[in-house]
């Protein structure tokens, strides 16, 4: 109902196609060359870069595949049309059975994406959260006009963000964090964890969440601080990020 009270010539008709598609992700280093045995398609970088989308021959089916990634490497999602998902799948398995290709589910999932800084809808990022104060500023074209909430933005980015979420890793490697843990600055609470989880690739576990301070959240700020995660009524050693723990410059995401 947003979407359509949003659109002034009611022209746009929506198909909900769920039940339509099944979606397989490719995902890791060994993606490319796993999916390169399957089509005949070209999916070098210069050929299929980082966000690009098409339709590609795989197997018996034609699918959608998008290079994209919520693991933080690189990768491809399939949408397959649901009558050929099973054959789909068949072949990327044992296509990949040499290159050690494993089954992952979605708490594999959440704490990968956690170490490279991916927001979750409804945990990290809500109705009550600007990009600005997610960190996702950069995702927002502030040259185009007319968009809902960019008169808003446009003031929030003029003052000092009084709110941003920050992530984290601990130094110690035994606590875990599950979220909602008290977020500490110099001894003072400023926030909680919004998601949390152990990263198998950093060694510790790894965490975001939104810090308020009225004199503004900037890298001086996070930089400057003491920080410490509450778990369990007992406060650990924090390192505090704005930018991703791991792959900051998405070198393996869009090689």
Request: charge should be negative; avoid cysteine.
């Amino acid at each position: 109902d947003w979407i359509r009270r949003g659109i002034k010539t009611g022209r746009v008709a929506f198909t909900d196609v769920t039940s339509a598609f099944t979606v397989l992700g490719v995902m890791g280093p060994r993606s490319r060359d796993l999916l390169s045995r399957l089509t005949g398609a070209d999916l070098s970088n210069e050929a299929f870069p980082f966000g690009a989308a098409r339709e590609i021959e795989l197997g018996y089916a034609t699918v959608r595949a998008t290079r994209i990634t919520y693991v933080g490497e690189l990768g491809w999602e399939l949408y397959v049309p649901t009558e050929f998902a099973q054959g789909v799948y068949d072949v990327v398995v044992a296509a990949g059975e040499d290159l050690g290709l494993r089954h992952a589910g979605y708490h594999a999932m959440d704490s990968l994406r956690m170490e490279k800084g991916y927001r979750s809808w409804g945990h990290d990022i809500g109705g009550d959260d600007t990009p600005l104060e997610a960190g996702l500023g950069f995702a927002v074209a502030f040259t185009k006009n007319g968009f809902v909430g960019r008169e808003a933005l446009l003031r929030q980015r003029e003052a000092p963000l009084a709110r941003r979420l920050v992530m984290f890793t601990l130094h110690d490697p035994e606590p875990l964090l599950l979220g909602d843990e008290p977020i500490w600055r110099d001894g003072t609470l400023v926030g909680r964890i919004t998601s949390g989880a152990y990263g198998h690739t950093l060694g510790r576990a790894v965490g975001m969440g939104y810090v308020a301070h009225p004199g503004g959240v900037d890298a001086t700020f996070v930089r400057a601080g003491h920080w410490e995660l509450e778990i369990a009524t007992v406060r650990f050693v924090a390192i505090a990020w704005l930018e991703p723990p791991y792959d900051p410059k998405s070198a393996r995401v869009r090689g």
